[in-house]
């Protein structure tokens, strides 16, 4: 077991899939994966592995905001062995091209969280983005599969509820798609311990118009972004 993790050594599998809702990755382990099993119950951050076109994948909830998610991608690389690591996670559209349950990949991840100022000694303003294998491997896959991926960077922001709206129109204007709340920290810990990331998401909800998606669909039907990332998983 790890700090956060209730799994022995070896029942994670090498390639993770990670939503933020824990009932997400029970939903996608049930749903998606042979024989799956649950490995962890720690705070209710649920854990399962099982296989996909009879690869091991695990999934693994990673809770709301970069503390959270920092902790699970922390634990999962450095004391369980996890290589690849894909966040499939909601998001709000920033972008007016942009509707209601599309699927977006984040090149990149900019954000107004602190963690990465603490690591630089607020002297550098790292950029974190995703494996570029990873991310050339799931635009084949969303082509193979027909499904149309948008590509490009994205918020990873600390607040849910912002004051500062005008901030998000400003970053539409310079190309962010959308806004989440750990793709930065989950590409910075990637990077820093060696290992490869990617996040892929579902406009669940649009900043512009004020559209949103019940939180039942949040947790149970957005499949093709699943289906991409488990496909580009065992790539
Ligand atoms: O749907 P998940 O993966 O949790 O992701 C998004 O949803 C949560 C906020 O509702 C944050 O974690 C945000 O990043
Ligand atoms: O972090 C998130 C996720 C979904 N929608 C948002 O507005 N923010």
Partial sequence: MSTHIGAEPGEIAERVLMPGDPLRAKWIAETYLE????????????????????????????GM??????IYAHELINEYGVKTLIRVGSCGALSEDL????????????????????RFDGLIDYAPVADFGLLRTSVEVAERRGITMHVGPILAADAFYTDRPDLYDALADYGVLAVEMESAALYTIAARFKARALTILTVSD???TGE???????????SQMVEIALDTAIA
Avoid at 46 to 59: A, H, M, P
Wanted: with cysteine.
């Fill in 206 to 208: 649009h900043i512009k």
């Fill in 99 to 118: 509707a209601l349950r599309d699927v977006v990949a984040a090149i990149g991840s900019s954000t107004d969280s602190n963690m990465n100022r603490m």
């Fill in 35 to 62: 024989g799956a099993r649950c490995y962890s119950t720690v705070r209710g951050m649920l854990g399962f592995t099982g296989r996909w076109n009879g690869v091991e994948v695990s999934v693994q909830g990673s």
């Fill in 65 to 70: 905001g970069m503390p959270s998610a920092s």
């Fill in 212 to 222: 949103k998606t019940t939180s039942a669909e949040r947790e149970q039907t957005f």
